[in-house]
Nanobody
Framework: QVQLIESGGGLVQAGGSLRLSCAASGRTFSSYAMGWFRQAPGKAREFVAAISRSGGSTSYADSVKGRFTISRDNAKNTVYLQMNSLKPEDTAVYYC???????????????????WGQGTQVTVSS
């Protein structure tokens, strides 16, 4: 089992940058595929980015491709989401998710993850 704590959210102007962090408990972080999702008010939770257990494979939603970068540091039990060129439509609560996997793969749907953080608010003003 793993516990996830997100940080790094806040208020930023359009065009600005933020880096979200997700710290995981436990000694087997490198056995988990990790993902970032977001949920805006009145909307369903949506996929943002995912990374395999080794960090060697990543995936992004089309809406953030070229602007966001997911990475992980297995020695620090942490996954990051670097968000550049932020837009007002990026405003949402951002959630970190983890799934134990025997394969070096990522998951791009909420159903693929068993463990979730509490979320961190990102607000982008125009």
């Amino acid at each position: 089992q793993v516990q996830l704590i997100e940080s790094g959210g806040g208020l930023v102007q359009a065009g600005g940058s933020l880096r979200l962090s997700c710290a995981a408990s436990g000694r087997t972080f490198s056995s988990y595929a990790m993902g970032w999702f977001r949920q805006a008010p009145g909307k369903a939770r949506e996929f943002v980015a995912a990374i395999s257990r080794s960090g060697g494979s990543t995936s992004y939603a089309d809406s953030v491709k070229g602007r966001f970068t997911i990475s992980r540091d297995n020695a620090k039990n942490t996954v990051y989401l670097q968000m550049n060129s932020l837009k007002p439509e990026d405003t949402a609560v951002y959630y970190c998710a983890a799934e134990y996997t025997y394969r070096d793969r990522w998951y791009a749907s909420t159903e693929g993850y068993d463990y979730w953080g509490q979320g961190t608010q990102v607000t982008v003003s125009s």
